[in-house]
């Protein structure tokens, strides 16, 4: 049988045994770089046309910064990905570097929170319910509540606070407002810009608006704590004071428009308790007279029972 009739014979065999999809061991063409074994990414050549541009427009593309043809030899996509990676590292670690420290929410004074509600303030004072002022039921409901750490239980002489006391204002069971006083002998010989650096540290650079001009107590004093130094954050205002005279630094955080609602409620309370003053107060009188009316009778009733003559 003539060689080439061998030779087709064979491969007709080999095609009859060959398992459908089983590899094939002798191929006639010669594997390429990318093929079944090759590299995982491909040709580590990348092909590269011939230009299709004249030599008058290489020369102004090259004059511009640009250039002709690419040439890009014996280099694989994931190593210029893997060259451009640190430099995007670094870019972030220098960005992130220079970010400064996000400042604490103005809203909340160590662990108590504007907005809180009474029952979660008289929680973490530890404060009874006696404790609560009721400063005025209508038109809204406006309590007050005083706290002096270093009387709170748990704390000793050594590790003594630096706030004296912490008013908190409330408005229909919200907290608008707190008042802190600073321990005098703990803030001795410190400076308006040693306490500004302080709270700076906690709550970000202070406002560069000018301070607000406090309202008029309504009754005078003379020691009228003085705003120095204001944080603004949203609806939420931190001001800085010392009083006039006694030297003695104090911190106020409020809600601007629940203190707003406050003020409003409290000058009609105000006003609405001075147009029901003599009623009150005639109501108050009759009451008394009722009372004693009551007793002499008692007392009257009592020993004329007893009297014998």
């Not at 409901?141 to 706290?147: C, K, P, T």
């Not at 105000?270 to 008394?288: G, S, W």
């Amino acid at each position: 049988m003539p060689p080439s009739h061998v030779q087709d014979s064979a491969s007709g065999d080999a095609a009859r045994t060959l398992i459908p999809g089983a590899y094939e061991q002798h191929t006639p063409t010669r594997r390429q770089p990318g093929t079944m074994g090759g590299s995982p990414f491909g040709s580590l050549d990348m092909p590269v046309a011939a230009s299709t541009m004249s030599a008058a427009t290489i020369a102004e593309r090259q004059k511009e910064g640009g250039g002709g043809t690419v040439h890009i030899r014996h280099e694989s996509w994931y190593r210029l990905l893997s060259r451009c990676f640190p430099r995007v590292r670094l870019v972030a670690i220098l960005l992130l570097a220079s970010s400064p420290v996000a400042a604490a929410d103005l809203g909340t004074y160590r662990e108590f929170t504007i907005g809180a509600s009474t029952a979660a303030v008289m929680a973490l004072t530890g404060a009874a319910e006696r404790d609560m002022k009721t400063v005025h039921e209508r038109p809204a409901l406006l309590q007050e509540l005083s706290w002096r750490p270093r009387y709170a239980s748990g704390r000793t002489s050594a590790d003594r606070d630096s706030v004296a006391a912490i008013v908190f204002s409330f408005i229909d069971n919200q907290l608008f407002r707190m008042a802190i006083d600073y321990d005098r002998s703990r803030t001795e010989g410190l400076t308006k810009e040693d306490m500004i650096t302080s709270l700076s540290a906690m709550y970000g650079p202070r406002s560069t608006q000018p301070p607000p001009i406090a309202s008029r107590p309504a009754f005078d004093s003379l020691d009228t704590p003085t705003v120095f130094a204001t944080w603004r954050q949203g609806d939420v205002m931190l001001t800085l004071n010392q009083s006039t005279y006694g030297g003695g630094f104090s911190l106020v955080v409020i809600s601007i428009p629940l203190e707003a609602l406050a003020r409003k409620a409290q000058a009609t309370a105000v006003t609405t308790d001075a147009r029901e003053a003599p009623a009150r107060e005639a109501a108050r009188a009759k009451a008394q007279a009722d009372a004693a009316r009551a007793a002499a009778e008692k007392t009257r009733t009592a020993n004329k029972d007893a009297f014998k003559p």
